[in-house]
C-alpha cells in the first residue's frame, strides 16, 4: 500500500487529500489531509467518491477513431489515432488556413497542460484560435479585476480572511452545494460574531445560513451595487482619506451611482428600501469587510460592470487594499485560476501577459525560441469560436481537451451542430462525454490521480497535484498526446511529456509577467503546502495578500469604473413570462461527465429538475414530480417539478450538469459581456408548460 498526498479532481478549492493506492487489482481510496490548511482534512461526497473515477470499467482504456462521418466510432492503437488527429489538423489547416484550426481547453487541466497546449496552439498549429471553458466561468470577473486594480487574482487573500472578517456580502454563491468545506470560513466569522449578507435569487442552502438574504430580480445586481454605493454617498458613509490617497476616478462613478436612488433599485431588484438600508450599515459599519462574487453576477451580458460596481462600493467604503478587507471572486472549476493565466486564453500569453504587448511577444517568443513575428495575435472567445465552428471564416477542425460543450455551452443544440459541422474534431478526454462521441477520433486521457501536475486554487495559491498510482494500460496523458501531435506535426523539440519539466520552463515563460511563478518549485510545493504567486524568486515567500502597499496600477491606485444599470439580454414578455436561471447541485460537477458516472453521486442527484415557487405551481396546475416543458427562445428542456419557496414567484431554476431532452443549456442565451465574453448563463426568458 502507498500513500500518495494529492489533491480533488474537481472544484476551485482544490482540498488536499490523501490517495491510499494497495497493490494491483485493488481499489485505491480517499483519505483525509487534516494537516492541508484550506479544507483542513473536510471533503465534500464528490471528493471523498473521487477514486471511483479511477475504475476502469468506468472510462476509455483505449483510443477511439471513425473511420468515416456517419460511421462508428472503432478501437484503435495510439499510432493510428495520432496520425489521424495530425492528419486532419494538417490538412484543414492547408486547405483552409492556419486559422481554420481550432483548439479549446479546459479549466480543469493543470497549468502545465494548459500551458502547453496554448504554446501548441501558436507554435506548431501557428493559429490565433484558442480559448477555453474557463471563459464561460470567471472571465467577468476578471476583466472586472483588471480594470480596478491593475490585476486579476480571485482572492488578493487567503480564505481565512473570511473568517476573521466582520461583514461578508457574498453575491450569487452557493458554497454550501459548490464547495462545502470551504463553509467552515463564513461559520467561523458568524461565530465570531461577523455577519453574513448573501445575495441569491434562491434561498440556497448558503442563504439559509446567512444573517440578511437580499433575494433579487435575477439579472439585477448591478442595480443592487449601485443602490448601495447611492446609499453610503447620501448618507455621508464614504472613506474619504481611502479615496484621496488609494483610488483615482471617483467623480464620475459617484455621479452614475446617483442615478440609482433606492426606490428605483427597489422597483428593478425587488428588494426593499429598508433592507438595501440594513445591509449598507453591516458592510460599512465593519472594521473589516469583504465582497465575494460568484458566478450569479459574472454569468450575465454585463457581468463585468456588475462586478466592477461591486469593488467601487469596496473602495468607496475603504474596504479593500488593508488586511481583512477587499473584493474576491470564488473560482469554480478546479484550475479556473491557472487555466487562464498560462496561454489557454485567446488573448493571453502566459504570465498572465497580453498577446498584443510587444514585449510580452518577445519575452515569450524567446522562451519558446520562435520569431516573434510568427506568434499569432488575439483569436476568438470560446463562444464566438463555437458559434462559427464549420462556417465561411470559422474553424474547420478543432482539437478539444478537458471540455464537454455539448452540455455546457449555452445555446447548446445550436453549439452541437457547429461541432457537426466540423471537417474534423479530436477529443481527448476520460470517459466518452457527450462532446467526445461527435468526435472523429477520441484519446482516453490519464486522469487527477494518475499524472503529476500544478494547480493554482482560488486563492492564487499554486499546489501540486501529485500522481498516486499508474495509469490503466492504453491510456495516455495529455502532454504525452501533445509531445506526440507535435513530433508529427513537424516540431520534435519543445513539447516534452514530463510534468516538471513543463512547469520548469513554464517558470521561466512566466517571469517578470504578473502571474510570476518564476521562484516556485515543485519541491516548495511540497515543502510548504503550496506557494502564493506571485513569487518571482527562490528566496521570496510568496504573496499570500495583494494590495496591502498598492494596487497593480501605474499609478498604484485602485480605478473606480464608472457603471450604469442595464437590464438582462431577454427580459421576460408575454410569450416567455418568467425568468430562468441555471446552478450546480451539491453531488454533482459542472457538465457531469465525471460525476454522473460515480454511482453514490449519481443516487444522491439523479436527474435534472426545475424548481418552482407554490404560488406558481399552482397558477400553472402543477404538481410535484410532474413533467414541465421549459421553452426559450433557443431551445426546450423537459425536467420534472421540484415545488418550493425557496425560489421566487417569478424565476425558475434548473441545474445544468446534464445533457439530453433536460439538458439547461439548450435554453441559455448566449449573449455576450462586451468586455469579458463570457454568455449570459445566468438569466434568460422561459416559458413553462406541463407535459402531458
Ligand atoms: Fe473536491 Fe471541491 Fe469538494 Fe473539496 S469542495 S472535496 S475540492 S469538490
Not at 474557463?134 to 486579476?152: Q, V
Not at 491510456?475 to 513530433?487: E, Q, Y
Not at 517558470?507 to 511563478?517: E, T, V
Not at 443549456?665 to 445566468?682: G, Q, Y
Request: proline share 7%.
Amino acid at each position: 500500500m502507498t500513500m500518495t498526498d494529492t489533491h480533488c479532481p474537481y472544484c476551485s478549492l482544490q482540498c488536499g487529500m490523501r490517495l491510499a493506492a494497495p497493490a494491483a487489482g485493488a481499489a485505491a481510496q480517499v483519505l483525509e489531509r487534516p494537516e492541508f490548511p484550506v479544507n483542513r482534512g473536510a471533503l465534500c461526497g464528490k471528493g471523498q467518491s473521487a477514486a471511483s473515477l479511477l475504475d476502469p470499467g468506468l472510462r476509455l482504456t483505449t483510443p477511439l477513431v471513425r473511420e468515416r462521418r456517419g460511421g462508428e466510432l472503432r478501437a484503435a492503437s495510439w499510432d493510428l489515432a495520432l496520425d489521424r488527429v495530425a492528419a486532419g489538423l494538417k490538412a484543414v489547416g492547408e486547405r483552409y488556413g492556419r486559422e481554420a484550426v481550432a483548439v479549446f481547453g479546459g479549466g480543469g487541466l493543470t497549468n502545465e497542460k494548459g500551458y502547453l497546449l496554448g504554446k501548441f496552439a501558436r507554435v506548431v498549429l501557428r493559429t490565433p484560435n484558442i480559448d477555453y471553458n474557463g471563459r464561460f466561468c470567471m472571465s467577468s470577473a476578471a476583466a472586472a479585476h483588471k480594470a480596478a486594480f491593475g490585476l486579476d487574482r480571485g482572492l488578493p487573500f487567503p480564505l481565512t480572511d473570511i473568517a476573521r472578517a466582520d461583514c461578508v456580502i457574498l453575491v450569487g454563491g452557493n458554497p454550501a452545494e459548490t464547495m462545502p468545506p470551504a463553509l467552515r470560513y463564513f461559520r467561523e466569522l458568524r461565530e465570531r460574531g461577523g455577519t453574513l449578507i448573501v445575495v441569491d435569487p434562491r434561498r440556497t442552502r448558503t442563504a439559509e445560513q446567512a444573517d440578511l438574504h437580499l433575494q433579487p430580480v435575477p439579472g439585477t445586481d448591478l442595480a443592487l451595487a449601485l443602490g448601495l454605493l447611492h446609499l453610503a454617498i447620501a448618507d455621508r458613509r464614504l472613506d474619504a482619506d481611502f479615496i484621496a490617497e488609494r483610488t483615482s476616478g471617483f467623480e464620475p462613478a459617484r455621479s452614475a451611482a446617483m442615478a440609482h436612488w433606492p426606490e428605483r433599485v427597489e422597483r428593478l431588484t425587488g428588494i426593499a428600501v429598508s433592507q438595501l438600508r440594513s445591509a449598507l450599515d453591516l458592510f460599512a459599519g465593519a472594521e473589516k469587510a469583504i465582497v465575494l462574487t460568484a458566478r450569479g453576477p459574472e454569468q450575465q451580458s454585463k457581468g463585468t460592470d456588475t462586478v466592477g460596481a461591486w469593488i467601487n462600493l469596496c473602495l468607496a467604503l475603504g474596504k479593500a487594499g488593508r488586511e481583512g478587507s477587499g473584493y474576491g471572486c470564488l473560482t469554480g472549476q478546479g484550475n479556473g485560476q491557472g487555466g487562464r493565466e498560462h496561454g489557454q486564453k485567446a488573448d493571453q500569453l502566459p504570465g498572465y501577459r497580453s498577446i498584443v504587448d510587444p514585449a510580452a511577444r518577445a519575452h515569450i517568443a524567446r522562451v519558446w525560441g520562435v520569431d516573434e513575428a510568427g506568434l499569432p495575435g488575439p483569436g476568438r472567445s470560446a463562444y464566438e469560436l463555437l458559434d462559427t465552428l464549420g462556417t465561411e471564416g470559422g474553424a474547420r477542425a478543432m482539437l478539444l481537451m478537458g471540455s464537454n460543450p455539448v452540455v455546457s455551452a449555452p445555446r447548446a443544440a445550436h453549439v452541437t451542430e457547429r461541432l457537426r459541422a466540423l471537417d474534423f474534431l479530436a477529443v481527448s478526454d476520460v470517459v466518452l462525454s457527450e462532446t467526445a462521441q461527435l468526435a472523429d477520433v477520441v484519446l482516453p486521457a490519464a486522469q487527477w490521480a494518475e499524472e503529476t501536475g500544478t494547480l493554482t486554487n482560488l486563492e492564487g495559491r499554486v499546489i501540486l497535484r501529485q500522481a498516486a498510482l499508474s495509469a490503466p494500460e492504453g491510456v495516455r496523458t495529455d502532454l504525452a498526446v501533445l509531445h506526440g501531435l507535435a513530433a508529427r506535426l513537424g516540431t520534435p523539440k519543445g513539447f516534452p511529456a514530463d510534468p516538471e519539466e513543463v512547469f520548469e520552463e513554464l517558470r521561466r515563460a512566466s517571469a517578470g509577467g504578473q502571474a510570476d511563478y518564476a521562484g516556485i518549485s515543485y519541491d516548495r510545493i511540497r515543502a510548504e503546502d503550496g506557494v502564493f504567486w506571485p513569487c518571482p524568486t527562490g528566496a521570496h515567500p510568496g504573496t499570500p495578500r495583494l494590495f496591502l502597499d498598492r494596487f497593480a496600477t501605474p499609478d498604484g491606485r485602485a480605478r473606480f469604473v464608472p457603471v450604469s444599470y442595464r437590464p438582462a439580454a431577454e427580459e421576460p414578455d408575454a410569450e416567455y413570462p418568467l425568468y430562468l436561471t441555471t446552478g450546480r447541485v451539491l453531488a454533482q460537477y459542472q457538465s457531469g461527465a465525471q460525476t454522473r458516472r460515480v454511482p453514490e453521486l449519481n443516487r444522491a442527484a439523479p436527474g435534472p429538475f426545475v424548481e418552482l415557487h407554490p404560488q406558481l405551481a399552482e397558477r400553472l396546475g402543477v404538481a410535484e414530480g410532474q413533467s414541465l416543458a421549459v421553452t426559450s427562445r433557443r431551445g426546450r428542456a423537459v425536467a420534472p417539478a421540484r415545488v418550493t419557496d425557496t425560489v421566487r414567484p417569478d424565476t425558475v431554476f434548473m441545474p445544468f450538469h446534464w445533457g439530453g431532452a433536460g439538458r439547461a443549456n439548450s435554453l441559455t442565451n448566449p449573449a455576450l459581456d462586451p468586455t469579458s465574453r463570457m454568455p449570459e448563463f445566468k438569466v434568460c426568458a422561459v416559458r413553462v408548460e406541463r407535459v402531458r
